[in-house]
């Protein structure tokens, strides 16, 4: 008989930086479990059996959640074995854990529908997670588990390109190569990371981490070709030609941009400039580095995702007082909690049910104002599901002299326009069958590429199951020739 | 890392590089660019390769010094030294239609993007004419056009050493509309094409509609990425905004909205300033 334990029904809490340090920096926020807080957090797990445990299903890699943090407790006399053993855990469905553990909406998914959720907090899955990854890297234990996989890879002759080093591209390429296909990964830009290096800032995601993961593709054997804008300096049909299958990881980096007066005004920048400017080409340490940021005394951000926390959360550190405005009410926000607290604690102020008609300029043609329409909610729902509103008629103008549009983004124009037979569906989205193959035979794609707008996690499910997929379809082929 | 084969000035302020970029030369084509990044802490920039041999891979870049970047690429990049990143072909190529009668212009270092366009104008059966206005010292490309095309005019204003650069470059504008318009008379062009900083683009334009001429405009707004991620290049042009980057460079002049373009180039220009003059304190740190 097992022995009676009291259930805890409190998570242990991750300590985080103090709000008047972080502000000033871009220092990570979260400052994550040690061995110990994790041990403590992963002993309130019931271990529901793994035929049954709703965080598996609720994973959208279907991570063997209590698989993991059994093996943490298990060896919990040797962190370096425990951390090792649910590593490898991890590793059989995410290859990029520092990364999930990190930006993953746990709330919409395994820890939403966790067990412990119904008497008490869920168990910090997300922490858990990358608990795991941040220790193994630290102590090189990922690099170790690594070598074990590498000589048993039995090297295959066919070629695959992958095109986008994101999530869902990284992924594809790290278990093709897994698998023995001779993995290139095409990258547009001059570091390979995609949405990870441009897109979420270092206090969330600290590029040290993504440059971790890119060194364990290296040894991997996965070349990686910066430089390339496939469309452009490559095409899709030459990929075909090349190499036996090809992969489109391109995500959606076309931002959309309101169709309002006052648009193209100074300081209005969409999302994907400003974060890119600031995490790419590190313009917060201009002069140091060449690319400049322009930034007011008071920003508004347009948006409520995560992409407009991070656009906030930066405008902020850099020394501007920050408003969100968001045409729905907070309840809608599609942000992670995490985030919309983290932005809450700092000092971003919101205004809802508010949905801007006009940006105003001066004489020199830099924004200073945005006005805005008041919107109310209606009690019937969209398609989304989300509650429908409607303008009042009223309006409302704020000054500003810099705004952030992060409304959503869509896939690049590019690949399709110079893809003849690509089937491509509503806002550029590569359509795909139930294996994420294209129209195209032996083409496939994942991602943002295809979904428009998501989330890292499903990209990266996406990059899992196409190299899947592409393995069956080699597979079948080769038998079939 | 792309090597660069061969450095040379070729007139003030403007060096020519001969770089070795297979990947990115095998499908180029006249009006398309590339970005280039040429330090670790350094940004994109966009440069209009002048020509290139697809055979043997190479491209040749003409970089005029005229902010912190190019003058960092100008001074300290040598020959046999590297470019860290070249990221291209860029955009749409130049419409490859016969017009009849081209003139096509180029003010300062602009020239170098026209030299491409108009050789393969002309090659395809137009009549063209090209036609550079500039500072005396930074005439380039003079022989080059001379063989490529129907008629090549170079104009060089004197610099007034005791006029500030702004001024002078009053003057250059003056000259330039002044000799635009004798040309337009003389040659009855079917269309005007242009490339050089967006004010004179506006004041260019002012004399070509006064003809009535078609006229098409390679527009060069401020850019990042360079592949449509950013939005940062975004112009107005027949009251739609659309992405110099991938809808552009080239566009109908009689529907850009100049003034705002302008405007939009500017607002960097404090910062860009700044960078400049740090790196030249820099440089003269570095030479005591």
């Known amino acids: 008989m097992m022995a009676k334990r009291k259930l805890m029904k409190n998570r242990v809490p991750t300590p985080e930086k103090p709000v008047y340090e972080r502000i000033k920096g871009f220092e990570e926020v979260n400052l994550g479990y040690d061995f110990e807080l994790a041990l403590m957090e992963a002993e309130r797990c019931l271990q529901c059996p793994e035929n049954y445990a709703p965080c598996i299903k609720g994973c959208p890699v279907n991570i063997n959640i209590p698989g993991f943090l059994a093996k943490l407790k298990e060896h919990r006399d040797n962190p370096y074995l425990a951390v090792k053993e649910a590593l490898r855990v991890i590793w059989a469905c995410n290859s990029l854990p520092a990364i999930t553990g990190r930006v993953c909406p746990q709330e919409d998914q395994c820890e939403g529908v966790c067990v412990m959720g119904k008497v008490g907090d869920p168990i910090n899955i997300g922490k858990l997670e990358r608990f795991v990854a941040d220790y193994a890297r630290q102590h090189e234990i990922d690099d170790e588990l690594l070598m074990e996989i590498v000589p048993k890879i039995e090297k295959k002759e066919q070629k695959v390109a992958v095109v986008g080093a994101g999530p869902a591209g990284l992924t594809c390429a790290a278990e093709l190569a897994k698998m023995g296909y001779n993995v290139t990964v095409f990258e547009a830009l001059h570091y390979p990371g995609g949405v990870l290096l441009y897109g979420i800032p270092e206090f969330r995601l600290p590029k040290e981490i993504v440059k971790n993961e890119l060194k364990k593709l290296e040894l991997l054997g996965v070349e990686i070709k910066t430089d390339h804008i496939v469309g452009r300096t490559i095409t899709i049909p030459e990929l075909i030609e090349e190499y036996d299958a090809v992969f489109i990881s391109t995500g959606a980096g076309t931002p959309k941009l309101p169709e309002v ?94 949905n801007p008609i006009e940006f105003i300029g001066d004489e020199n043609g830099n924004v200073k104002a945005v006005k805005f329409m008041k919107m109310k909610v209606l009690n019937e729902r969209d398609s989304n599901g989300k509650r429908k509103i409607i303008p009042t008629g009223e309006t409302i103008t704020v000054e500003a002299d810099t705004v952030i549009i992060a409304i959503g983004q869509i896939p690049n124009k590019i690949i399709w326009k110079t893809t003849p037979g690509l089937e491509v569906g509503k806002n550029g989205t590569i359509v795909v069958d139930e294996n994420l193959m294209t129209s195209i035979p032996g083409v496939f794609a994942g991602g943002d590429a295809i979904r428009g707008e998501a989330t890292v996690i499903l990209a990266m499910g996406d990059g899992r199951k196409a190299a899947k997929a592409i393995h069956e379809y080699l597979t079948k082929r080769e038998k079939n020739a | 890392m792309y090597k660069i084969l061969e450095r040379k000035e070729i007139a003030m302020r403007n060096v020519w590089f001969k770089v070795y970029a297979p990947h990115v030369v095998k499908k180029l084509q006249p009006g398309q660019f590339v970005i280039v990044r040429a330090f670790e802490n350094g940004e994109r920039i966009p440069l209009t390769p002048v020509m290139w041999d697809k055979e043997e891979g190479w491209m040749g870049l003409v970089v005029f010094t005229r902010g912190k970047t190019t003058m960092q690429i100008n001074t300290e990049l040598k020959e046999g030294d590297y470019f860290l990143n070249i990221a291209g072909p860029l955009g749409n190529p130049a419409p490859m239609k016969k017009y009849g009668k081209i003139l096509a212009i180029g003010l300062y270092t602009g020239i170098v993007e026209v030299f491409p366009i108009a050789k393969a104008w002309q090659e395809i059966g137009n009549e063209v004419h090209t036609l550079q ?143 400049m003059q740090e790196y030249m304190q820099k440089l003269q740190g570095g030479a005591q």
């Open chain 1, 261 to 354: 007066p006052g648009i193209n005004l100074n300081g209005i920048y969409s999302a994907n400039e400003f974060l890119t400017r600031v995490n790419l080409m590190k313009a917060y340490k201009f002069p140091e580095y060449d690319t400049p940021i322009k930034l007011g005394k008071k920003t508004i951000v347009i948006g409520a995702g995560n992409t407009a926390m991070d656009a906030a959360r930066t405008a902020l550190r850099l020394g501007s007082e920050v408003i969100i405005a968001y045409r729905r009410g907070e309840e809608d926000m599609t942000a992670r909690i995490e985030e919309i607290e983290h932005a809450k604690e700092e000092g971003v102020k919101f205004m809802f049910f508010v």
């Open chain 2, 133 to 275: 206005v500039t500072f005396e010292p930074m005439i380039i490309l003079k022989d080059e056009l001379e063989k490529a095309v129907s008629k090549h005019t170079a104009v060089g204003v004197p610099i007034d050493p005791e006029k500030s650069f702004p001024e002078n470059m009053k003057n250059v504008t003056a000259k330039a509309r002044e000799v635009v318009r004798d040309m337009i008379k003389e040659i009855n062009p079917d269309l005007v094409f242009m490339v050089g900083p967006v004010g004179d683009q506006k004041a260019i334009f002012e004399v070509v509609r006064e003809f009535n001429v078609p006229m098409l405009v390679d527009l060069h707004p401020i850019m990042v990425d360079g592949t449509g991620m950013c939005g940062a290049c975004r112009v107005t042009v027949g009251g739609k905004v659309r992405f110099a980057c991938v809808d552009g460079p080239t566009f109908n002049a009689y529907e850009v909205d100049f003034d705002e373009l302008i405007k939009r180039s500017s607002y960097y220009r404090d910062l860009e300033m700044r960078a």
